[in-house]
């Protein structure tokens, strides 16, 4: 009998478990808002990992002056205000329509050998600037199962963004024409 109760407490711990998991998306703890952070170390000196960040920005965004909201190389920033589309999907005609315009916080800032990434802050781009963390809730009244769409697109577009960056971080190799 104390067996079955014990898998049976067992089990429910686990549904409360697994009905109260986040999406995987990065949360900060204090804010309890999504945000990606990271420290990479890259050799260089601030003001040549800040020059990189800046190729990396033309690279990345087709219009960078209009995400630029401060460009500090004396003290080693570029923050930014930049934007994404989220879509909705027709299941029938796999049509992607856009659902919501959303953007986010950049910064970049660089020491010696190292820069730190944050992108933090989206919201949908509206009067209100609601933001994307309630999309993480599957017991709001107002639930919408594209809302998990919502969240994967946010996240794969922000991986592909932070694996860019790391790349185009990296030091240039000009390899001799040995011939």
């Known amino acids: 009998m104390k067996t079955k109760i014990l898998l049976l407490c067992l089990l429910l711990g686990l549904v409360k478990l697994t009905s109260g998991q986040s999406s995987g998306l990065p949360l900060d703890p204090d804010t309890k808002k999504i945000m990606y952070r990271a420290v990479v170390d890259e050799p260089g000196t601030p003001n040549y990992l800040y020059d990189k960040s800046i190729t990396w920005f033309s690279y990345y965004y087709p219009n960078p002056q209009s995400v630029y909201t401060v460009q500090d190389k004396l003290n080693g920033k570029v923050e930014g205000v930049a934007r994404m589309k989220v879509y909705n999907k027709d299941e029938k005609g796999g049509f992607n329509m856009e659902a919501a315009m959303l ?3 950049l910064k970049i800032e660089f020491k010696e050998n190292k820069y730190r990434l944050t992108l933090t802050d989206f919201r949908m781009k509206s009067a209100s600037g609601t933001g994307v963390e309630k999309w993480l809730n599957k017991n709001d009244p107002a639930y919408n199962p594209n809302w998990d769409s919502y969240i994967y697109q946010i996240d794969t577009t922000m991986q592909r963004l932070i694996a860019t960056l790391n790349e185009k971080m990296k030091p240039t190799v000009i390899k001799k024409d040995e011939w």
């Open 103 to 105: 953007q986010y916080l």
